[in-house]
């Protein structure tokens, strides 16, 4: 079924490739998309064709934490109610917004929109290391969160950008590491519970 | 993270809110998806913009079959070495392709575009029945072969389609059951293995 037998019209073709550049997105699914849009949701197939269009044109990024923005400096960025002396690094918008929820952060962000991935050559000046540095030097920061993931990514990233931030004699913490608010000690898995051990306090 | 407390851009939350269309993607892809086309792939983003302003544009429904066309008949429908005097119902273009991938079939196609799901509201005025009667009734035609799926659904659609069609006094069979080829009898599902015994030949 990759490769269909019968001629399919062009700009179906077209759509299914198009679909098939969302990451998760096969071919299988990318088709499931087309006709589902194609026969059952033409409003929503033009309202996204819109939404792209003008999500590409008018989306950059903010000039101070990175994440996307319409204008140069971004709302949050801009509010004098947060804490200059702060930054929270974190890898993606949606990292930020999980921080956000805690209602516990009154800093900055930086967002990297990526983490270091050596195997994919996703390395320090694809990620623009050097827009960090900057940013965190700006005189006013006195301390860097790094809340990158805990996954081996995540955490190269952090070891890396710790080195980066400590020797421009930045104060770097990094989230702890620990057992899950509101889990049993049985259910935890053992790498979790070590460093919960070991991080002890 | 369902409402994000950040004020995000107008575009990225439109962008998130049309990718919720597609079916199957929550919040949390239609995020990621989002993330994805504009940080690393926003020409994949305008292209898929473009297709699905164009296919929602150019494509119709062949008047033949019902499959997806950009002309009245489609190629399918209008090719002269198919058998006239058969014609297979499908439920999707894709499983159309599956059968014209047996390389074992040389009639024409009739694609319902859905099944029958009494539970969904889909009943066969949604699917119009009628057309699909019309299509079998032309003169030409002499068999009816019911290649819906086996599911519930599928099964109902050609329980349904059966009794119509019968009425017309068509000939209609439906795709043999039984066991898969190349499968050994110990991990074939009873049910399969129970057709496969009443089907014997």
């Not at 096969?26 to 792209?52: C, F, I, K, N, T």
């Not at 000039?63 to 960025?77: D, H, L, Q, Y």
């Amino acid at each position: 079924m990759n490769e269909p037998l019968l001629a399919e019209p062009e700009p179906l073709k077209n759509l299914i490739q198009a679909l098939r550049r969302l990451p998760g997105v096969g071919e299988r699914s990318a088709r499931r998309m087309a006709y589902h849009l194609l026969q059952h949701d033409p409003v929503g197939a033009e309202q996204l064709g819109r939404s792209l269009e003008h999500a590409v044109t008018s989306l950059r990024h903010c000039v101070r934490c990175n994440s996307f923005s319409e204008i140069e400096v971004c709302a949050t960025c801009a509010s004098a109610r947060r804490d200059p002396g702060l930054l929270c690094v974190v890898e993606t918008p949606a990292d930020q917004n999980m921080i956000e929820a805690t209602h516990g952060y009154q800093g900055l962000y930086y967002v990297l929109m990526g983490r270091l991935a050596p195997l994919e050559g996703i390395g320090p000046e694809a990620l623009q290391f050097e827009r960090l540095l900057q940013r965190a030097t700006d005189g006013k920061v006195q301390e860097v969160i790094l809340a990158t993931n805990f996954t081996a990514e995540g955490e190269t990233t952090a070891h890396y950008l710790t080195e980066l931030l400590v020797s421009e004699g930045l104060k770097v913490t990094r989230l702890a590491r620990g057992v899950p608010a509101g889990s049993e000690l049985e259910y935890v898995d053992a790498s979790t519970l070590a460093w919960a051990l070991m991080e002890r306090r």
